[in-house]
């Protein structure tokens, strides 16, 4: 019997939507936003929605016996 996992990488890309810049870590986007923008994740998320507009997956397929 074998067990499908997935979950999410880094690598995925999130895009401000107040400038534009692109950011492949999501680190690296939240400090942005608060730095640059003055907005926390929730507020980002409560006025722009969500930031990420490429997501990748990694898809583990472990066998169990």
């Known amino acids: 019997q074998g067990h499908v996992s997935s979950m999410k990488l ?4 999130h895009q401000c939507d107040v400038c534009g810049n ?10 942005h936003i608060k730095d640059h ?3 926390d994740t929730k507020q980002y998320r409560d006025q722009y929605g ?8 990694f898809t583990c397929r472990c066998l169990t016996r």
Not at 50 to 57: A, F, R
């Open 10 to 13: 880094e690598g995925c890309v």
């Open 22 to 31: 692109k950011f492949t870590v999501a680190q690296s986007f939240r400090r």
């Open 37 to 39: 923008h003055g907005l």
């Open 50 to 57: 969500d930031s990420e507009i490429v997501t990748n997956y």
